[in-house]
C-alpha cells in the first residue's frame, strides 16, 4: 500500500457522507430560487464540511495513537499512527493542512457573505482539534456527541443556507435536526464498537459512561428520532413530500439490526457503513423533496 492510500484510509472515507449530506440540505433548504443559487458558495461549503471532517479524523488518529488509547485489541479500522504507517510528525502536517484548506476556504466565503462566518469557522477548527486533543479532549468528557450533533448538524446545514440566502429559516432549522441526529448516530457506532478498549485505556466516552445497553438505545433513539423528525419539518413547510426521507429506513434498519442484536465486534464496521449510507439516502431524498417543494 503506498502513502497516498494510507492518508485516505486514515482520513475515514465511511465518515465523509457526515460532511456531505448537510451541505446538500442546507443548500436545498434555502429560499434562493434553484436557478439563483450560488454553485460557488454551495462548492466552498462543501470544500469546508469536507476539510473538517478529515482534519478531525486524522487528529483523532493522532492523538489516540500518541496517548495510547489505540492498542492491538482495537475491533475498528487500523489506525495509521498506532501502527506506524504514518509518522506522529506527519499526521500533525495532514492535520494542519486539512485545516488550512478548512481556514482558506472559509475565508473566502466569508469574503462573499460576511465576517460573521469567521467566527463560526474559528468555533469549528478550536472544536476539530479539542475533540480528542489538548489537556481536557471532550471526546473523552463525554461531549463528542453533543459537539458533532451542532458542528455537522446545526452549523453545517445552517451554515449552507445561510452563505446562499445571508438569512436563517425555520425550514432550514428543522432540517438540520435530523441531520445532526443522523451524524451523531455515527459517532454513536463508532464510540459503541470501542467501549471495551477505551475503557480499558481510561477513555470516557459517553459511550463508556452509559455503558453497553445505554449506547445502543441511544444510537435507536438518534436514527429512529431523525425519521419522526420529518412530522415537524412537513408541518411547519407544509409540504408531505417531506416525509419522502423516511424511506431511507430500509437502508437505516441494516444498522439498527446489528447495533440492537449483534454482540460488540466486526460487525459494527458493518454498521457504521450501513449507516453512513443511510444518512446519504436520507439526505438526497430531504435534497430532493425540498427542491421539489421551493426549499425554504
Known amino acids: 500500500m503506498n502513502l497516498y492510500s494510507v492518508y485516505v484510509e486514515a482520513a475515514r472515507p465511511r465518515t465523509?457522507?457526515?460532511?456531505?449530506?448537510?451541505?446538500?440540505?442546507?443548500?436545498?433548504?434555502?429560499t434562493t430560487p434553484l436557478g439563483e443559487l450560488s454553485v460557488l458558495r454551495a462548492g466552498l461549503a462543501?470544500?469546508?464540511?469536507?476539510?473538517?471532517?478529515?482534519?478531525?479524523?486524522?487528529?483523532?488518529?493522532?492523538?489516540?495513537?500518541?496517548?495510547?488509547?489505540d492498542t492491538d485489541a482495537r475491533i475498528g479500522p487500523r489506525r495509521a499512527v498506532a501502527t506506524g504507517l504514518i509518522a506522529p510528525r506527519s499526521m500533525k502536517l495532514a492535520i494542519a493542512a486539512a485545516l488550512a484548506v478548512a481556514a482558506v476556504t472559509g475565508l473566502a466565503l466569508a469574503l462573499l457573505v460576511g465576517w460573521p462566518l469567521l467566527l463560526v469557522g474559528l468555533a469549528a477548527i478550536l472544536a476539530t482539534l479539542g475533540y480528542s486533543g489538548g489537556p481536557r479532549p471532550y471526546a473523552s468528557a463525554g461531549f463528542g456527541e453533543v459537539m458533532v450533533f451542532v458542528f455537522f448538524g446545526l452549523v453545517a446545514t445552517i451554515g449552507s443556507a445561510y452563505v446562499q440566502d445571508e438569512a436563517i429559516n425555520a425550514v432550514?432549522?428543522?432540517a438540520s435536526l435530523p441531520m445532526g441526529a443522523l451524524a451523531t448516530a455515527l459517532l454513536v457506532v463508532n464510540n459503541l464498537r470501542d467501549i471495551p478498549t477505551d475503557r480499558?485505556?481510561?477513555k470516557v466516552t459517553l459511550a463508556v459512561r452509559l455503558g453497553e445497553a445505554g449506547t445502543r438505545r441511544l444510537y435507536l433513539a438518534l436514527v429512529f428520532g431523525s425519521l419522526i423528525a420529518l412530522i415537524p419539518l412537513?408541518?411547519?413547510?407544509g409540504e408531505a413530500w417531506l416525509l419522502v426521507p423516511a424511506l431511507s429506513v430500509m437502508v437505516l434498519r441494516k444498522g439498527v439490526a446489528v447495533v440492537h442484536h449483534a454482540p460488540i465486534g466486526p460487525r459494527f464496521i458493518e454498521a457504521l457503513g450501513h449507516t453512513a449510507q443511510g444518512q446519504l439516502v436520507f439526505a438526497v431524498l430531504l435534497t430532493g423533496a425540498?427542491?421539489?417543494t421551493g426549499g425554504g
Open 16 to 30: 465523509l457522507p457526515a460532511a456531505v449530506a448537510p451541505v446538500l440540505v442546507g443548500t436545498a433548504a434555502a
Open 46 to 69: 462543501l470544500v469546508v464540511a469536507l476539510s473538517l471532517q478529515v482534519a478531525v479524523n486524522y487528529a483523532n488518529d493522532y492523538f489516540d495513537g500518541v496517548g495510547g488509547v
Open 172 to 174: 432550514v432549522v428543522l
Open 200 to 202: 480499558e485505556v481510561g
Open 234 to 237: 412537513a408541518v411547519v413547510a
Open 290 to 292: 425540498l427542491v421539489i
